[in-house]
């Protein structure tokens, strides 16, 4: 079955620890994106990407970084300079790049606690 | 950047009609899209206006006027399930040739029986 996978589904860690969110899709669309979202709030935009080995900042991409070295990956890196990153973190992927943008489809998400 | 306003909340009986309301300030508009949101779950897709006018899947219908910068979604025959969050997303192009996908703040639905 297509789809997109997000691992794991729930995450601790330590203050000060940077830590690596999973974001898999098996769908071939070329974009991708890494949300956040809070307590009662929308998705506020972290990064976002179009094509392998290219990305681009979101809204808050502070205390954040991002990889895309193969088409179906694009994992988030939570680092220690992040202020507040306890967060429901959501990856989603969609066609586009000439191919007629579409909806974007999206993972379960990752719980991250800081503790 | 954008600026998508919705209502943070509303309340409706079951079985009535409600209506959501969106409105959005964009540069290179190229899309707005409904998601519904279940507390603790991702959103899924609703439906995607890019032209005016009405969009229509079974309960649910969608409608753009892009002058104006607003869309509406309509829910008839409300149903228990139908308790979710909103979320009013739009496709933006931006000058360098990306395209970003910016979320409102949703609309939290009550429907009480």
């Known amino acids: 079955d297509g789809g997109i996978t997000q691992s794991p589904k729930y995450l601790f860690r330590k203050e000060g620890q940077n830590v690596t969110l999973s974001c898999e899709q098996n769908?071939?669309?070329?974009?991708m994106y890494w949300y956040r979202q809070d307590p009662g709030q929308g998705l506020r935009l972290i990064y976002y990407?179009?094509?392998?080995?290219?990305?681009q900042k979101g809204d808050i991409a502070e205390g954040y970084s991002v990889s895309r070295e193969k088409k179906e990956s694009f994992p988030l890196t939570v680092t220690s300079a992040q202020k507040n990153p306890t967060a429901f973190y959501l990856c989603?992927?969609?066609?586009?790049?000439?191919?007629?943008?579409?909806?974007?489809?999206f993972g379960q998400g990752t719980r991250l606690t800081v503790v | 950047g954008q600026n998508i306003d919705q209502p943070t909340e509303m309340t409706a009986t079951e079985g009535a009609i409600v209506q959501i309301n969106c409105t959005y300030q964009?540069?290179?508009?190229?899309?707005l899209f409904w998601y519904q949101q279940h507390a603790g779950e991702a959103p899924t897709f609703l439906s995607y206006?890019?032209?005016?006018g009405l969009e229509e899947k079974g309960r649910f219908s969608s409608f753009l006027s892009r002058s104006k910068g607003y869309s509406y979604l309509l829910l008839k025959e409300l149903q228990m399930k139908d308790s979710a969050s909103y979320l009013c997303?739009?496709?933006?192009?931006?000058?360098?040739?990306?395209?970003?996908?910016?979320f409102g703040k949703g609309t939290m639905l009550l429907v009480s029986p």
């Open positions: 989603a992927s969609s066609i586009g790049l000439g191919q007629g943008w579409t909806e974007a489809f």
């Open positions: 206006n890019v032209l005016d």
């Open positions: 964009t540069s290179g508009f190229n899309g």
């Open positions: 990407s179009q094509i392998v080995n290219d990305f």
């Open positions: 997303a739009v496709r933006d192009h931006t000058g360098e040739g990306y395209s970003t996908l910016t």
């Open positions: 769908l071939n669309h070329d974009a």
